[in-house]
């Protein structure tokens, strides 16, 4: 009762989109029917108690259940199938551990075991509702065989569950419904990244009658990548982060851009705008990811209480038996994060793709190996990288090029050596 009234609350205060709310899982819908599967089973004498004994693979009674969710043949849908093995001795199933109602029930299943094989003989048939009569199979439909007694054989019975077939088209659309909306949201966030990576591939243009923001690009990208908002590469905590990690490392993202006056000192009012919509992008998709989140835990809740009630142990077998592809076995959030460094991140140029790998400084004039290092002279300089380290990193370039000026300095005059810039007199 807790989950289902905080389930309900938080969907009204999260400040979800109206057409998510109405796509969430109906989970007090959910419990009304689970009762009415209760019922149904309970006025079979399938108590959850005698359910356990029944379905436990090492029992030793002459009566067993197989309780399994299959796909149907015309539909994708799950369909519940319960099937009874009886093991009769002069057409009575005798077990010492059933309850007086479950007792009665398979003796139903037995009188019309007998009532087949008396039509089947051509003496007598009863009939029954074709809602709640038991589909029988052969015994060599089951595989099984008889003891060699003509009075002592197994007899399969299918039994029609109407109110778990109701539960399960239920739940199972739900989930459909909640795949549909994946797809339409990760559509519309992978836009969104599409036109954002323009937006920013405009602002960070440089050239020397034009202002850029690329310097600043590249700093909120080197934040938000060690934020590793919602994907963690770290080994402690490798994968998917929950939305509560990925709220405080969102919040933790803004306070550096803040600190660092990042975006309040765009020279482009396009900057401000597409750092908008960046950060509103990331909003989204951890709404997304809280949405996600709540209601795939409505679903372990109800299958969970679905079991307890039932003792059927579906939980472990309804994710596979669906077959969800959206929903239930993709995170929305590491797809969007994969497209947002696509579209986003290299877009703007970073310092650590640019490395040299021997003094782990901007390599300003990149040298070709060819693959012999005795040819790395400034015979082989790599003149189009070079003027490209020029245009997009010329703040590191000017710093490594000092650096290297000071220190051919020393070399040559003694560790008293002091650069000064060039004067014109």
């Known amino acids: 009762m807790k989950f289902a009234r905080g389930f309900k609350e938080t969907l009204a205060n999260q400040d979800f989109p109206p057409h998510w709310v109405t796509r969430a899982i109906p989970y007090g819908q959910l419990k009304k029917c689970l009762k009415k599967v209760q019922r149904e089973l309970h006025d079979l004498g399938l108590d959850p108690e005698t359910l356990r004994a029944l379905l436990d693979p090492t029992t030793t009674s002459p009566i067993a259940l197989q309780y399994n969710l299959k796909t149907a043949t015309d539909s994708n849908f799950v369909q519940p199938k319960l099937t009874v093995y009886v093991h009769l001795e002069d057409g009575v199933a005798v077990d010492a551990s ?8 398979f003796e139903r299943v037995a009188a019309e075991i007998r009532s087949d094989h008396l039509a089947l003989a051509g003496v007598h048939t009863l009939t029954q509702s074709a809602s709640t009569s038991p589909v029988r199979s052969s015994p060599h439909d089951a595989g099984l065989q008889a003891d060699g007694d003509d009075h002592d054989t197994y007899e399969t019975v299918e039994v029609p569950l109407v109110c778990d077939a109701e539960f399960f088209d239920m739940l199972q659309s739900d989930v459909n419904n909640l795949d549909a909306l994946h797809v339409e949201e990760e559509g519309r966030m992978t836009a969104e990244a599409v036109e954002l990576g323009k937006e920013v591939s ?20 080197e934040l938000y990548l060690d934020a590793e908002v919602f994907f963690s590469t770290h080994e402690r905590d490798h994968g998917t982060r929950s939305s509560q990690m990925a709220l405080k490392q969102l919040q933790w993202f803004q306070t550096e851009v803040e600190k660092g006056y990042l975006a309040n000192n765009f020279k482009l009012r396009e900057s401000q705008m597409a750092f908008t919509r960046f950060v509103n992008l990331n909003l989204s998709l951890l709404k997304n990811l809280q949405f996600q989140e709540l209601n795939k835990l409505a679903i372990v809740k109800i299958l969970k209480k679905f079991d307890k009630r039932t003792s059927l142990g579906v939980s472990q077998t309804f994710r596979s038996a669906i077959q969800s592809e959206g929903f239930l076995s993709r995170d929305i959030a590491k797809d969007i994060c994969a497209q947002m460094s696509q579209e986003l991140v290299t877009v703007v140029p970073q310092l650590n793709d640019y490395l040299c790998p021997v003094c782990f400084s901007v390599a300003y004039r990149p040298v070709r190996l060819d693959y012999v290092v005795m040819n790395a002279s400034a015979d082989n300089l790599d003149r189009v990288l070079e003027k490209y380290m020029k245009k997009y990193f010329a703040k590191e370039v000017k710093e490594k090029q000092r650096a290297n000026e000071m220190e051919r300095g020393i070399e040559d005059y003694g560790p008293g050596y002091t650069h000064h810039d060039c004067l014109v007199m």
């Open 202 to 221: 405009f602002v960070c243009r440089t050239s020397r009658f034009s202002k850029s923001d690329l310097t600043r690009w590249r700093r909120i990208f």
């Open 98 to 105: 059933l309850t007086p109602t479950s007792r009665g029930f």
